[in-house]
């Protein structure tokens, strides 16, 4: 046993030390980040780094994770949740002035702009399905949900070449979502106009939000005003903030 | 044997120590980064219930334990260190593979005899230590289970980050909120077993801590397997 050891040791001793030194060093300093940075999001120091990350992990999750054909598991409207959380960053619940003038605007870079009245959304073919819904917080509630895809919308308007995301706009003070297009032309991508068999409530973005089951609650755009097809990545009112742009799950 | 007269054998690649501390500190960052996490849903079910029986229901975690600041920021820190937790766990079992160490650590049947005689020694209804390799067959089960733990955090983590697109993988552990409660379970275990691990090293075998560190062993159990 011995006389096998001693040359073992040999080898290890001439490049022991300086691993030691580095893998003592790395580990402290890395210790010395994480205590510092505890209780908060990195500061002006780490955070750049950890929002870079999140970008790669967006990637992740689009490139690698995404499916553009995989349904979500749909559910028996018996299965519905007693509840389903609403919220709105305004500080009452959004409401039209006049709704019978509300429009949705459909622009950027699109053969075909367009101005949709709920009666010509509601023209249009029409998706209804009862999922599992998950906010970022960690909750889940099961709802139904009845809109147009918006696969049906980008039909009509013809995106070009260029297009590659599309800005979903709201009336709720300045909450928007960006959407890569992949996720916006799944088969479950819709602009809901109805919720558990009724006409979408105030609390829910009514008269239209965006619905899908897979993405997390916060990218699901409600009180539509607008949707812009643009070459550039939009951003959004949480996703500036910090959370995940890609949100999808 | 006395600790001043054995042999000192060199015990951990360098591999392995690496992985070893650099797990603590990134399994330190994920455990602070989720109790900031959980803060925001402190409960597991279905909004309206019925809600899993959990001992932490509503529990708000000490400010010294979490990490993030906020939900984003947790999420930022989880979601990043998710990757050199992974990248160190497959170095770790990529060495134990390559290296054959495999063979000390992994607990089979044929250790459940032993098993018997360490904990018959522990309750002191055995007067001597019996003979062992690198490791006692508890340590084995301590060490084979915590490496399965640590393989059942990554998935139940994939199954709450993409229920949507792993659906087979969140189905198999029970669902959305089944999955996060496994999640949020496995870290205690790890807690437990941090503290049985830490308490044991001092207790029983204070050398091995200094091997854990340098890779060179003095002590009590110096043989090889």
């Known amino acids: 046993m011995t006389e096998r050891q001693?040359?073992?040791?040999?080898?290890?001793?001439?490049?022991?030390?300086?691993?030691?030194?580095?893998?003592?060093?790395?580990?402290?300093?890395g210790a010395a980040a994480l205590l510092a940075a505890c209780g908060w999001d990195g500061g002006t120091l780490v955070r750049?780094?950890?929002?870079?990350?999140?970008r790669v992990n967006d990637w992740v999750g689009e490139k690698l994770l995404y499916s553009p054909t995989r349904l979500a598991r749909t559910y028996p409207?018996?299965?519905?949740?007693?509840?389903?959380?609403?919220?709105?960053?305004?500080?009452?619940?959004?409401?039209?002035?006049d709704p019978a003038a509300w429009r949705l605007r459909?622009?950027?870079?699109?053969?075909?702009?367009?101005?949709?009245s709920l009666d010509d959304l509601m023209r249009m073919p029409r998706v209804s399905y009862t999922v599992k819904h998950h906010c970022v917080e960690g909750w889940s509630a099961i709802a139904s949900w009845h809109g147009v895809p918006v696969s049906a919308i980008?039909?009509?308007?013809?995106?070009?070449?260029?297009?590659?995301?599309?800005?979903?706009?709201?009336?709720?003070?300045?909450?928007?979502?960006?959407?890569?297009?992949?996720?916006?032309?799944?088969?479950?991508?819709?602009?809901?106009?109805?919720?558990?068999?009724?006409?979408?409530?105030?609390?829910?973005g009514a008269p239209l939000r965006?619905?899908?089951?897979?993405?997390?609650?916060?990218?699901?755009?409600?009180?539509?005003?607008?949707?812009t097809f643009m070459d550039q990545r939009p951003g959004?009112?949480?996703?500036?903030?910090?959370?995940?742009?890609?949100?999808?799950? | 044997m006395t600790a001043t007269s054995a042999p000192t054998v060199r015990r951990h690649h360098w591999i392995v120590r690496l992985t070893h501390w650099a797990t603590v500190i990134v399994l330190a960052g994920m455990i602070a980064s989720g109790l900031q996490i959980y803060e925001a849903y402190a409960r597991f079910g279905n909004r309206g219930g019925p809600?899993?029986?959990?001992?932490?229901?509503?529990?708000?975690?000490?400010?010294?334990?979490?990490?993030?600041?906020?939900?984003?920021?947790?999420?930022?820190?989880?979601?990043?260190?998710?990757?050199?937790?992974?990248?160190?766990?497959?170095?770790?079992?990529?060495?134990?593979?390559?290296?054959?160490?495999?063979?000390?650590?992994?607990?089979?049947?044929?250790?459940?005899?032993?098993?018997?005689?360490?904990?018959?020694?522990?309750?002191?209804?055995?007067?001597?230590?019996?003979?062992?390799?690198?490791?006692?067959?508890?340590?084995?089960?301590?060490?084979?289970?915590?490496?399965?733990?640590?393989?059942?955090?990554?998935?139940?983590?994939?199954?709450?980050?993409k229920p949507t697109q792993l659906a087979w993988l969140t189905t198999l552990f029970g669902g959305f909120q089944a999955a996060r409660y496994w999640h949020f379970w496995i870290v205690w275990i790890f807690v437990g077993f941090t503290i049985m691990h830490v308490i044991l090293v001092f207790a029983v075998d204070p050398a091995s801590l200094r091997a854990m560190l340098t890779g060179s062993y003095r002590g009590r159990f110096p043989s090889h397997d």
């Open chain 1, 6 to 29: 001693t040359p073992r040791r040999q080898d290890a001793k001439t490049q022991g030390i300086d691993r030691r030194a580095f893998v003592t060093l790395g580990l402290g300093s």
């Open chain 2, 51 to 161: 809600y899993f029986v959990s001992l932490f229901d509503g529990a708000q975690f000490p400010h010294w334990s979490r990490l993030g600041g906020w939900l984003a920021g947790a999420l930022n820190w989880h979601f990043a260190l998710a990757w050199p937790l992974v990248a160190f766990g497959l170095l770790y079992l990529g060495y134990l593979v390559r290296s054959g160490e495999w063979r000390a650590l992994l607990f089979r049947p044929r250790d459940v005899r032993g098993a018997i005689e360490m904990t018959k020694y522990y309750l002191h209804l055995r007067r001597e230590h019996p003979p062992q390799g690198k490791h006692n067959p508890l340590q084995k089960l301590a060490y084979t289970g915590v490496i399965g733990l640590g393989a059942l955090a990554v998935l139940t983590g994939f199954a709450v980050y």
């Open chain 1, 106 to 116: 459909v622009d950027g870079l699109v053969a075909q702009p367009l101005e949709l």
């Open chain 1, 48 to 54: 750049p780094g950890l929002w870079s990350i999140s």
């Open chain 1, 210 to 227: 965006l619905y899908s089951p897979t993405k997390l609650g916060y990218k699901l755009t409600k009180y539509l005003v607008s949707m």
């Open chain 1, 77 to 97: 409207p018996s299965e519905r949740s007693a509840a389903l959380p609403s919220y709105f960053i305004s500080r009452t619940v959004p409401m039209l002035g």
């Open chain 1, 154 to 204: 980008v039909e009509q308007v013809r995106p070009t070449k260029a297009a590659r995301y599309i800005s979903f706009v709201s009336f709720d003070a300045d909450y928007a979502n960006g959407w890569d297009m992949a996720s916006a032309l799944h088969p479950q991508t819709i602009l809901a106009y109805g919720m558990n068999d009724n006409p979408l409530p105030a609390a829910h």
């Open chain 1, 236 to 249: 959004g009112y949480w996703e500036d903030q910090g959370y995940p742009w890609f949100g999808g799950i």
